[in-house]
């Protein structure tokens, strides 16, 4: 049988990129530091994010039916410690990070390199997770040349088998 430190190893392997979601539920919002992410469909244009059940993002995309996946300079990875727990909002930023009002009322962060807006196509419960489809209802790129941040950038591991399980 594969022990769980080489199946860690292997999945670890897997390169990810890393990002900020946004969500968004009434008065609500948050911004959370993701890597699984990926396009699932061309037509209609979807992208899937898989979210931990627990996670305050989870329970706001449920509850709100949008969110923003912003992709980052790989020179700025500070961001990604920072919103690996729930975010601070003051009514302009989330944890001092500017956002602005997508058309789903979601917010995007103005310093991302790259964001795309989803509507919330299909929820498929995995497990700890939960996988987003979303369609894309909105992009844009502000810096065509800066380079996405990915995992490999950083220290940090995300996935594998999950801490005292089998
Ligand atoms: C490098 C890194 C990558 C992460 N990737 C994911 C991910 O893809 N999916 C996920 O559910 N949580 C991921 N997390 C964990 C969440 O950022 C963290 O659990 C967060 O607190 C949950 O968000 P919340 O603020 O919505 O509760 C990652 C954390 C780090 C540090």
């Not at 999945?11 to 990810?16: A, D, R």
């Not at 990002?19 to 992208?47: F, H, I, K, Y």
């Not at 059940?53 to 990875?77: E, K, M, Q």
């Not at 490999?152 to 089998?166: A, F, I």
Request: net charge negative; hydrophobic share 40%; with cysteine.
């Amino acid at each position: 049988m594969t022990s769980n430190e080489t199946l860690n190893k292997v999945l670890w392997k897997i390169p990810n990129v890393l990002c900020l979601v946004g969500s968004r539920a009434g008065d609500e919002r948050n911004g959370m530091t993701q890597s699984w992410v990926t396009q699932v469909s061309m037509e209609p244009v979807l992208v899937a994010i898989s979210v931990d059940a627990s996670a305050v993002t989870n329970r706001l995309i449920r509850a709100g039916g949008s969110f923003s996946i912003n992709l980052w300079d790989r020179d700025d990875t500070r961001p990604f410690v920072k919103f690996s727990k729930p975010a601070a909002f003051d009514g302009e930023s989330l944890n001092g990070r500017p956002v602005f009002e997508g058309s789903t009322g979601v917010p995007i962060f103005a310093e991302a390199v790259a964001w795309m807006e989803c509507r919330l196509h299909q929820t498929i419960e995995c497990g700890t997770h939960d996988l987003f489809l979303g369609e894309v209802v909105a992009a844009e790129i502000r810096d065509d040349e800066a380079l996405i941040a990915r995992m490999e950038d950083t220290r940090m591991k995300y996935g594998g088998v999950k801490r005292g399980g089998h």
